[in-house]
Structures are given as structure tokens and as C-alpha cells.
């Protein structure tokens, strides 16, 4: 059996999603309006794709101990995570898998983000080297 590496949980508020825009310069509407994002048929203000993406890799350098250790990282978009306008937020679970360990000392891992129960980020794969 694979083994499993320890799941890590992220909360996302409103408030995270104001300062991510504001770092990456992504202020669409869909990540701050209700109003927009029910409009264009979501569930309401989602986070950013990348924001997910960059949370799951944190957690991907947690494993691996160190971010320079991250040889390859890659997720596809699975869902979008829905950001409810209360104080708690949401949160978004990552969890690895370790597939591979390679005689050059690389270590493959499958990644999933979760969100409720629902897979947010599949098909995510990284590849790390243990000092």
C-alpha cells in the first residue's frame, strides 16, 4: 500500500481572496461579487484557480521540506471552491500520496485538493528530491 502523507488543511475567507487579487492582479469579479457570480451560474464568490493551486503547492514543499526541493508540480481544475461571506470562510484539504521513489532520490507523489468533501484540484502530481 502507498504511503499516505499527512493531509493539511487551509482556510480561505473573503479577506484572502481581496489580498490575492491584490498581489496577482486578478480582480475578477467572480472572486468579490456574489451578484456577478451567481449570475454567470456559480454557486457564488469562488476562489481563484491559482490561489488553490498555490495552496496545495505549499503543501507539496511542507512534504518535501523545503520549496527548492520541488522538482515538478501540476494540477488540473477539478471544481470551483465556493467562499461563503462569514468569518470562517472555507476550507481546502490536500492530500498526497507517495507513487514512486526513485533510485536517483526523486519521490513521486499523486495530489488531491478537497473542498466539503469535493475533489477541487485532480489529476495533481509533483515531483520532489530528498536531500
Known amino acids: ?11 480561505i475567507t473573503r479577506a484572502d481572496l481581496i489580498r490575492y487579487a491584490g498581489a496577482s492582479g486578478d480582480f475578477n469579479t ?3 461579487s456574489e451578484r456577478i457570480a451567481q449570475s454567470v451560474g456559480l ?26 526541493a520541488v522538482v515538478e508540480y501540476g494540477v488540473r ?12 470562510g472555507t476550507e481546502v484539504v490536500v492530500t ?9 532520490g ?9 473542498c466539503d468533501g469535493v475533489k477541487v484540484l ?4 509533483a515531483v520532489i528530491r530528498k536531500r
Open 77 to 88: 481544475f477539478a471544481r470551483p471552491v465556493p467562499v461563503p461571506d462569514t468569518d470562517e
Open 30 to 32: 467572480i472572486h468579490w
Open 1 to 11: 500500500m502507498a504511503e499516505q502523507l499527512p493531509p493539511q488543511t487551509f482556510r
Open 43 to 68: 454557486p457564488g464568490v469562488i476562489a481563484h484557480g491559482m490561489f488553490t493551486m498555490a495552496l496545495a503547492g505549499r503543501a507539496v514543499s511542507t512534504w518535501a521540506g523545503a520549496p527548492d
Open 106 to 114: 526523486l519521490t513521486k507523489i499523486d495530489v488531491v485538493a478537497t
Open 122 to 125: 485532480s489529476l495533481g502530481k
Open 96 to 104: 498526497g500520496v507517495i507513487k514512486e521513489v526513485t533510485d536517483d
